[in-house]
């Protein structure tokens, strides 16, 4: 069945290292969200997408953190430089938009910033 | 401000107790509200909302504007619920999660 992919699922580097976490969301799905989950934040939204078009990004540390969409099968989530207070898990979420408004996760990657 | 509020991080039961999750919103509107959970090693997916009137898993939740409430409820707790619920508000297209109540039921 159709499903969120992201890539890498683990992610351990050192702090000044430019991270990118890809996201493939599931085909005909027209918005895209990346969220942040720490033990003290939960869940938080960093940004979204829709029709690969940004229309929120509030969530997200603007001088260190970048996201796109290069085409409607990838979204990317950046970070440069990274440090240790941006360990979380970071996922993908896609949507169709529909009444239902349902968004569909992937599995998280899992970034260590030494 | 729009906020979901979990109290309580942790949960414990036994098998067969009666599981109530608590969720409190702040929401200027008609509130559009989801419970999704994460089971260990899976990933986030939705349980249920509230415009369905669903019962999934033997879960219900009710919205009580009220109270500002959509507690998740289940009169009999299985060793398989143990998991991590989380509680969300739709604010256009966006979800204002809660920080999550993990769930333990023991045999």
């Known amino acids: 069945d159709a499903r969120v992919t992201q890539t890498p699922r683990d992610k351990v580097t050192e702090m000044g290292q430019e991270v990118t976490m890809r996201c493939q969301p599931i085909?005909?799905?027209?918005?895209v969200f990346w969220y942040r989950q720490t033990m003290m934040q939960g869940l938080e939204l960093l940004a979204y997408?829709?029709?690969?078009?940004?229309?929120?990004d509030s969530g997200m540390p603007k001088d260190r953190f970048s996201a796109e969409m290069p085409d409607a099968t990838l979204a990317t989530l950046k970070i440069q430089p990274s440090e240790p207070r941006d360990s979380a898990v970071y996922f993908c979420a896609s949507g169709s938009g529909d009444y239902y408004n349902e968004q569909f996760f992937g599995p998280g990657t899992r970034l260590t910033v030494l | 401000a729009q906020r979901v509020t979990q109290p309580e991080k942790l949960l414990s039961v036994f098998k067969g107790a009666p599981v109530e999750l608590k969720c409190n919103y702040s929401?200027?509107?008609?509130?559009?509200l989801f419970w999704y959970v994460q089971y260990s090693r899976q990933r986030l997916q939705l349980l249920l909302r509230h415009i369905s009137r669903e019962s999934i898993k033997g879960f219900t939740a009710d919205l009580n504007k009220g109270e500002t409430s959509f507690h998740l409820k289940k009169p009999f707790a299985q060793e398989e619920d143990s998991a991590m619920y989380y509680c969300a508000l739709m604010n256009t297209d966006k979800l204002i999660f809660g920080t999550g109540t993990r769930l333990q039921v023991f045999p």
């Open positions: 085909l005909g799905h027209n918005t």
């Open positions: 929401y200027s509107g008609s509130p559009e």
């Open positions: 997408f829709r029709n690969r078009a940004p229309l929120d």
